[in-house]
């Protein structure tokens, strides 16, 4: 008898399941829906939305590319993921994010990601041989900077939607989409720049939003100068962190010499007086290339985001003490979007600079006044702050100088509203270690919530989830999942700082 019921159960949910995901199918193919690619569970929709929603009178248009994969059974609604940047491509990572993910969240949940405007399928916005020409100028910042944001523009196959990319915009996007699927409920989950993205859609959607996660918080509350000086003290701190446990380790301090910081900065310092010269290993005739203090910190600051990409730092540096510098260049060569073989630009589908600043640029506002007393001000606040965090938080304290001269109006001067979303429970998620999101963003985010979970990874790295940690992966599955928040406002997880070192041997590193 219970088995005949359980079958009949079965048989139940099974005619419920197949209408509901039969229902956004079908509401796919009315919107023109096809497969992403060959063989994709997603379905790649296009939606025609207003160039600026904020404009009733303005009537122009523009695509955005979202790819939808319908629940397997009955669904809860859109599972949204804004992934990082701004200038990434979510589309692209759609498939590889949603291996990761519980088995059930397929089954009870439409998964959605998108190219948000500008980038890739949503206009294809890029300037790779800008910022090829920016890395490997000689300039300094001030010229440097002018030159990329003119050059970037310049090389954009068309500078119709630079005054509408900003945040706010975006997420009318998405709402267009939710309107179109004709959903009630969004399930919301924002990395790195989604974070950003997801808090300024709740806010000005509150009503679908059944409940969010952000990992690797924005506080949308800071200007563009308070974010870069917390996020240059967090990358000064990590930069720190992993030198001193380098000098716990036996291995890596004695490849560094028995003063793994103490190296660093006498690096540094040689890198200040003048660049030092670097063999390309493998050419004939030998090819020689200069390592610069600018180049040192593309390697390092693209190093710090993870346990794993430190301790390859941690390699890279212990190498450059044996006189081999080839593999901090070439670290940097790679980050910076060059082939490092030919310094030809090596553009990634899944990443953009222009749309990175198209959006950074009409996000936040950099001081006021002409360009040039925006840029006096802007670099007088970045050598303050330099002073400050001479390892690394110098260079930070640089990355969004283009803004000043970026050609697109400027944003008003007001932050927005700390977000509150009452009903609406909200995971924060962070790690100790993240150095470009830092951990007091996310405890601030979390303390004005009026229904926030704060969960804290010890060490860690830029974003969490995904990343095998059983404690994280257990929080995340019964949020989305169970729909359980967690049983205080404030849980803990632990994930290593730095991964293990692997000692020289023979002059050359045992891993390669």
Do not use: K
């Not at 790819?67 to 759609?94: K, M, Q, W, Y």
């Not at 949603?98 to 206009?123: A, C, H, I, N």
């Not at 939710?178 to 709740?202: C, F, I, K, N, W």
């Not at 198209?358 to 050598?383: K, M, N, Q, W």
Request: charge should be neutral.
């Amino acid at each position: 008898m219970l088995h005949r019921l359980a079958l009949a159960l079965t048989a139940a949910l099974l005619l419920v399941a197949a209408p509901a995901a039969a229902a956004t199918a079908d509401r796919l193919e009315r919107l023109g829906g096809r497969p992403c690619s060959a063989g994709s569970e997603f379905v790649c929709v296009t939606l025609t939305v207003p160039l600026d929603h904020f404009d009733p009178a303005d009537t122009r248009t523009t695509r955005v590319v979202f790819a939808v994969r319908p629940a397997d059974g009955a669904s809860r609604g859109l599972f949204v993921t804004a992934t990082g940047g701004p200038g990434s491509s979510g589309i692209a990572v759609a498939e590889s994010y949603t291996e990761s993910l519980p088995p059930r969240m397929l089954r009870v949940y439409d998964l959605v990601y998108f190219d948000q405007r500008g980038m890739g399928r949503s206009g294809g916005l890029a300037c790779p041989q800008a910022t090829a020409r920016a890395v490997l100028s000689e300039a300094d910042t001030a010229r440097a900077g002018q030159a990329f944001a003119a050059n970037c523009t310049a090389e954009l196959r068309s500078r119709r939607l630079l005054p509408y990319m900003g945040t706010a915009q975006a997420v009318e996007d998405l709402e267009a989409l939710r309107v179109a699927l004709d959903e009630p409920e969004v399930y919301l989950y924002g990395e790195s720049y989604g974070t950003q993205y997801v808090q300024t859609y709740a806010a000005a959607h509150p009503g679908p939003v059944r409940r969010m996660a952000i990992d690797g918080v924005v506080d949308l509350t800071l200007t563009g100068p308070q974010f870069w000086a917390s996020a240059s003290a967090a990358f000064e701190r990590v930069l720190g962190d992993t030198l001193r446990i380098c000098g716990t380790r036996t291995g890596c301090r004695r490849d560094l010499g028995g003063d793994p910081l103490g190296f660093y900065e006498r690096l540094l310092a040689r890198l200040e007086r003048g660049p030092l010269p670097v063999r390309v290993p493998g050419t004939r005739p030998a090819v020689t290339r200069q390592l610069t203090r600018d180049l040192l910190a593309v390697a390092v600051s693209a190093s710090l985001y993870s346990p794993a990409s430190r301790a390859a730092l941690l390699g890279s540096l212990a190498d450059a003490r044996r006189g081999d510098r080839w593999p901090l260049l070439e670290t940097a060569y790679i980050n910076a979007g060059l082939d490092p073989s030919t310094l030809e630009p090596a553009p990634d589908p899944a990443w953009s600079d222009a749309v990175y600043f198209g959006v950074d640029c009409r996000d936040y506002r950099y001081y006021d006044g002409t360009p040039p007393e925006r840029s006096a001000a802007f670099l007088a606040e970045a050598d303050a702050v330099g002073a400050r965090y001479p390892l690394i938080g110098w260079s930070t304290a640089q990355s969004d100088y283009a803004c000043v001269w970026w050609p697109a109006p400027e944003p008003g001067p007001e932050r927005p509203a700390p977000l509150v979303l009452p009903g609406v429970p909200v995971l924060v998620a962070n790690a100790t270690a993240d150095p470009i999101t830092p951990m007091d963003q996310a405890r601030d985010v979390a303390a004005r919530l009026a229904d926030g979970y704060l969960l804290t990874t010890r060490g860690g790295a830029h974003v969490m989830w995904g990343r095998g940690n059983d404690c994280v992966e257990a929080a995340y599955r019964r949020f989305f999942v169970g729909l359980r928040a967690p049983a205080e406002r404030r849980t803990f997880c632990s994930h290593a700082t730095v991964d293990p070192y692997a000692p020289l041997e023979r002059g050359r590193r045992g891993r390669r």
